[in-house]
């Protein structure tokens, strides 16, 4: 009995212990500092002081009272939140005799009440992790007066913004830019960010975008692109707005700019045109992204891929302009989007018409490492290239019922292109020369594309439990006609001309594409947490390819067809897939694995010979993702993708392409898929007081069976490439890095991050029968720095080193490796009286290398000086000063197998452009403020 009584006073002792450790208790009353009314529902969270780690949360209750208890000893911070008041923080300590923590009356002060005022206790979180979404608060964040989203994301931690407004957020760009979760004016990333007042924004959110039916079912399919939603503020949606902008200067440099908005409620329509010379304006820096339904002649699934662009094929201008040549663009859009019926219809529809032209030369030095030899190519391109091109898109969504909804899209893209290319070059071995040449290539482009979709969606009493149905078809076609003249002189060893080789051919292409596909899924749940989704579809393609190569019989007319140079195949394919994924989601963890299996008949049509080739495989598709969520504002995820890849038709036809003489391709009809595996990793921390921000991320990928290039050369400098597998050998990329951010109030509010990135490859090709790995890595450290305080400066500075590690098994003694640097500097100065200046100017520099013995480096300098008027400052004249140091030479230079290549363009130089921009605004009267 004795040892019965000290067991129940060890066990007392036991929980008094604990209960001193975690029994604590805070509690409450949120109330109006000034109105005295209790504000519940407030958000009350109790954080730890040393790393804001979320440790308690609740909900005050309808009288504004609230407790939280099971809180141990230690440091807090207490974090209250109500819609429009300003956030309320106050550091606490558990550590007395007394348990229980009262902090009385909270009083929270509205934002419009606040003014200009400063309230030490209230801070504003500028970024919330809400699952895979990473959301940002712009009222955290300084906005200058007409100030557009794109000054916005270049504050936002991880967020980088170029001066052609290119999106790069962890390592990856950024394609697309939505409104409120829609569509504005298709892919154009830039009508969002330079259209869009940044103060009408609320939060800027940042995800990977899934396919519909990956987020119906919330299994993701590996099918993602990288997205920000711009959210506007409920006040800001009823009203007109815009921007009218002209410019000229003295030697016939223009840009003018005319952007027109009118939201209302749940409708907003814009409109907008633009024309422009000085590469600022129109066609931006991912146009091919942006009408890329008729870009390539793409079947998913699996399917063929034709690539109306390919550098094997006739000369097709991809409609981008990335700093190179001198173009001039125009372009016009207008943009619709509504909801109505109680939000159970909408509709968003979208019209684009635009031109670019664009008039450059190009200089290209090239190394190609061969067995025991070296090739040097030195070569010029002068060039006048043209596209005009129509899309016109439609996405319309109704809610039949409570529990299901239909979604049909569409969107149909016509193109004219026109390209005129003429070439010098000359080809050295081992420094003799063995051949010069010029060429002539021109060519007149017709393509269209359409696609189609509809997507109903349904919702089962059962919890869990759906049902979705998509069937999709996509139809694309490619006309060309071209016109290829070339004349070569083969030198001998005593550097005399030995032979000559003349061709004048004309060349028509005709490549179809069409695609029905279907798929359906059915999601069942096993428990709260559990469910299989399992889904089946098929798909049938029908593609040709019809390539036409005739020899003149007489002056201007071509009708003798060369038979080893045209091919008409037509291939057909039925797909029969079905996968089945598990899916497991409970507390902080999410987890989901599976795969899917295609049956892919193949048949393939020689219509010249009639000859038939019929081919089958198993294409699999297995994935996994894992999600743990440690708080809040932490999470880490990591996910694993394979897929099988078939071959494209220009690597499967087996005729020549000889569209570069000295450089034919030949197809390989055997050709076998191949397959990738991709890993990618994800980690993101965020302390909410401290403004501190750190992330990590990865993408791996090996590819096995790859389809690589075997080519030969003679040592006359002409080379024969053709495709081949290469089992046994896998070809690898990557890309990774790390970021942190933080804001210093101490010093002025100082944003600081610093962060890496590494990517590279190994590839492999055959050069003269002998096997070549090539590998190439690029290490590149950056500092940011930025400062942001409202009519005083605005100033971001980023850069850092690079350093290139590039070599190949053929020639290991001769190299690209090398030392870079790169380095940005853009921002304003707010001076007396209306007057602002700045820059937007950058850095670069690249060393010499084993390959390439001079150094390069460029240093564009680009500043203005602006003059507001009117009330609101909404009316300026700037003085643009581009390139004043007239150092721009459209430098790259790039690796790839085991060819070298350094490039420079001629391209805009210093020029001056004076400019008068007036931003107008008119918010309906009676609209909600914030």
């Not at 960010?193 to 009408?200: E, G, K, L, Q, V």
């Not at 909804?405 to 005129?420: A, E, M, P, R, Y």
């Not at 020029?911 to 309906?924: R, V």
Request: charged share 20%; net charge neutral.
């Amino acid at each position: 009995m004795k040892h019965l009584y000290l067991l129940c006073a060890l066990i007392l002792a036991l929980c008094a212990t604990v209960y001193a450790q975690t029994g604590y208790s805070v509690k409450g009353t949120v109330a109006d500092g000034v109105e005295k009314v209790k504000l519940g529902t407030s958000a009350v969270a109790v954080l730890q002081a040393k790393d804001s780690i979320l440790v308690k949360f609740c909900y005050a209750k309808t009288d504004g009272t609230f407790m939280m208890d099971g809180l141990g000893r230690g440091k807090y911070i207490l974090l209250i939140s109500f819609p429009d008041y300003a956030d309320y923080a106050e550091p606490f300590s558990l550590d007395s005799a007394n348990h229980v923590h009262d902090f009385g009356n909270v009083n929270l002060e509205l934002k419009s009440r606040l003014l200009k005022e400063v309230i030490i206790k209230g801070t504003a979180s500028q970024m919330k992790i809400k699952g895979d979404t990473t959301e940002f608060n712009a009222k955290a964040f300084v906005i200058q007066p007409n100030a557009k989203v794109e000054d916005l994301l270049k504050q936002l931690p991880g967020i980088t913004v170029d001066k052609d407004g290119k999106i790069t957020a962890q390592g990856q760009t950024v394609n697309k830019v939505l409104v409120d979760g829609e569509e504005f004016f298709g892919d154009d990333p830039t009508l969002v960010t330079r259209n869009i007042r940044a103060d009408m924004v609320d939060k800027i959110q940042l995800y990977d975008k899934k396919s519909d039916q990956a987020a119906f079912t919330g299994v993701d399919d590996g099918k993602t692109q990288k997205t920000i939603n711009v959210k506007l503020r409920a006040d800001k949606k009823q009203g007109v707005f815009g921007k009218a902008q002209a410019g000229e200067g003295p030697t016939n440099i223009y840009q003018g700019e005319l952007l027109l908005n009118a939201f209302k409620n749940k409708e907003k329509f814009a409109v907008y045109g633009t024309i422009g010379n000085n590469g600022k304006v129109g066609l931006g820096w991912e146009d091919e992204q942006k009408y890329g339904s008729g870009d390539q002649l793409n079947v998913s699934d699996n399917g063929i891929n034709i690539n109306t662009n390919s550098t094997e094929d006739l000369d097709v201008f991809g409609g981008i302009y990335s700093g190179q040549g001198f173009p001039l663009a125009q372009s016009a859009g207008v943009h619709y989007d509504s909801k109505w019926n109680d939000d159970k219809q909408s509709d968003n529809a979208n019209y684009k018409i635009a031109s670019l032209t664009i008039n450059g030369l190009t200089n290209t030095l090239s190394q190609n490492n061969i067995p025991g030899s070296i090739f040097n190519t030195g070569s010029n391109q002068n060039y006048h290239n043209s596209m005009f091109r129509q899309k016109l898109s439609n996405v319309y969504e109704v809610k039949l019922d409570t529990s299901s909804n239909l979604k049909i899209s569409f969107d149909g893209t016509l193109k004219h292109i026109i390209t005129d290319n003429n070439y010098t070059a000359a080809d050295s071995l081992n420094n003799a020369l063995v051949n010069n040449s010029t060429r002539q290539l021109n060519n007149t482009v017709d393509q269209r594309a359409f696609n189609g979709s509809a997507f109903y969606t349904k919702k089962f009493r059962k919890p869990g439990r759906t049902l979705s149905v998509l069937v999709s078809e996509s139809y694309s076609q490619s006309r060309a006609n071209g016109l290829l003249k070339s004349h070569i002189n083969f030198y001998n060893a005593q550097q005399q001309v030995d032979s000559t080789e003349d061709i004048n051919e004309s060349k028509t292409n005709n490549l179809q594409s069409n695609l029905f596909n279907t798929n359906i899924t059915w999601s069942e749940p096993f428990s709260t947490s559990l469910a299989l989704v399992l889904n089946y579809g098929i798909g049938v393609n029908h593609t040709s390819a019809d390539r036409n190569t005739f020899n003149a019989t007489s002056a201007g007319v071509y009708d003798m067809r060369i038979d080893s140079l045209s091919s008409n195949y037509v291939f057909n394919q039925f797909l029969n897939h079905a996968g089945a994924i598990l899916n497991y989601k409970k507390g902080k963890i999410s987890l989901n694995f599976g795969t899917r299996v295609t049956d892919d008949q193949f048949h393939q049509m020689d219509e010249f010979t009639g000859n038939v080739s019929d081919r089958s495989f198993i294409d699999w598709a297995p994935q996994a993702r894992f999600q743990y969520r440690f708080s809040q504002q932490k999470s880490f995820a990591i996910g694993y993708n394979g897929t099988t890849a078939q071959p494209t038709l220009e690597q499967l036809q087996p005729i020549a392409t000889n569209t570069d003489p000295l450089n034919v391709v030949l197809g390989n009809p055997g050709l076998t898929p191949s397959f990738s595996n991709s890993f990618n990793i994800n980690y993101r921390s965020y302390k909410v007081l401290t403004s501190q921000f750190f992330g990590f991320y990865g993408n791996y990928s090996f590819i096995t069976n790859p389809i690589v290039n075997h080519i030969n050369y003679n040592t006359a400098g002409k080379s024969v490439s053709q495709y081949f597998n290469l089992p046994g050998k896998q070809t690898t990329n990557f890309n990774g890095g790390m970021d942190f951010a933080r804001k210093f109030q101490s010093l002025g509010g100082l944003n600081t991050g610093i962060g890496i990135n590494i990517n590279g490859n190994t590839g492999y090709n055959y050069t003269n029968d002998s096997l070549n790995m090539s590998k190439n890595y690029v290490i590149n450290p950056t500092i940011n720095l930025g400062m942001f305080k409202e009519q005083k400066i605005e100033m971001g500075l980023s850069g850092g080193p690079t350093y290139t590690i590039s070599k190949t098994s053929l020639q290991p003694n001769i190299n690209n490796n090398g030392w870079g640097a790169r380095g940005d500097i853009n921002g304003t100065i707010y001076l007396p009286l209306k007057f602002e200046t700045g820059t937007y100017s950058s850095y670069q520099y690249n060393a010499a290398t084993a390959s390439f013995h001079q150094n390069f480096s460029n240093f564009l300098l680009n500043v203005f000086i602006t003059k507001k008027f009117l009330k609101n400052n909404n009316l300026s004249v700037e003085l643009w000063a581009n390139d004043l140091l007239n150092q721009n030479a459209g430098f790259t230079r790039l690796a790839q197998g085991n060819v070298i290549t350094q490039t420079t363009n001629n391209t805009l130089k210093r020029y001056f452009m004076l400019t008068i921009n007036y931003d107008f605004t008119k918010m309906a009267v009676g609209a909600s403020k914030q």
